[in-house]
């Protein structure tokens, strides 16, 4: 199963433990699941671990930004997706996550962000929350 994951959720399942944290831990051991990725969404994930409440997680866990990012590189494919034609979701951020999905011919999009959960799905990409996806994949062999 191919899936993208927004960056603010895999910035959580990178740092902190829960439901995305055991999603990520699930699909690391999935044969059939392929993670994606793309430069803008790299970016983006690099600049929200330098913020100070990322610092202060990272020195818990005994890690630094540098770390995360490069053990988070090991498991993803990245892709260089095209710009929407045209707006999709309200929050216009939101729409990288939606051309990557594409670029990556993905499945299944995995966010805790509102924007996108209410669009339920785009293109027939399902977007899901951690849950559900942990759901999704438990019913795959």
Same mark, same amino acid.
């Given at each position: 199963? @191919?899936?993208? #994951? +927004?960056?603010?959720?895999?910035?959580?399942?990178?740092?902190? @433990?829960?439901?995305? $944290?055991?999603?990520?831990? $699930? #699909?690391?051991? $999935? %044969?059939?699941?392929?993670?994606?990725?793309?430069?803008?969404?790299?970016? *983006?994930?690099?600049? /929200?671990?330098?913020?100070?409440?990322?610092?202060?997680?990272?020195?818990?866990?005994?890690?630094? !930004?540098?770390? /995360?990012?490069? =053990?988070?590189?090991?498991?993803?494919? #990245? /892709? *260089?997706?095209? %710009?929407? %034609?045209?707006? /999709?979701?309200? =929050? %216009? =951020?939101? +729409? $990288?996550?939606?051309?990557?999905?594409?670029?990556?011919? &993905? !499945?299944?999009?995995?966010?805790?962000?509102? =924007?996108?959960? +209410?669009?339920?799905?785009? @293109?027939?990409?399902?977007?899901?929350? &951690?849950?559900? !996806?942990?759901?999704? #994949? !438990?019913? @795959?062999?």
């Amino acid at each position: 199963m @191919r899936i993208v #994951l +927004d960056t603010n959720f895999a910035f959580s399942a990178l740092l902190w @433990r829960g439901a995305m $944290h055991e999603l990520l831990t $699930h #699909l690391r051991s $999935h %044969p059939t699941a392929q993670l994606f990725s793309s430069p803008v969404l790299l970016e *983006e994930l690099t600049g /929200v671990l330098t913020r100070p409440t990322a610092t202060r997680q990272l020195a818990v866990i005994g890690k630094t !930004a540098r770390d /995360v990012l490069a =053990d988070y590189l090991t498991i993803v494919e #990245l /892709v *260089e997706p095209q %710009p929407l %034609p045209a707006p /999709v979701s309200r =929050d %216009p =951020d939101d +729409d $990288h996550v939606l051309a990557c999905a594409l670029a990556a011919n &993905a !499945a299944l999009i995995v966010t805790g962000d509102r =924007d996108l959960l +209410d669009l339920g799905s785009f @293109r027939q990409i399902r977007i899901l929350t &951690a849950q559900e !996806a942990l759901a999704a #994949l !438990a019913s @795959r062999p």
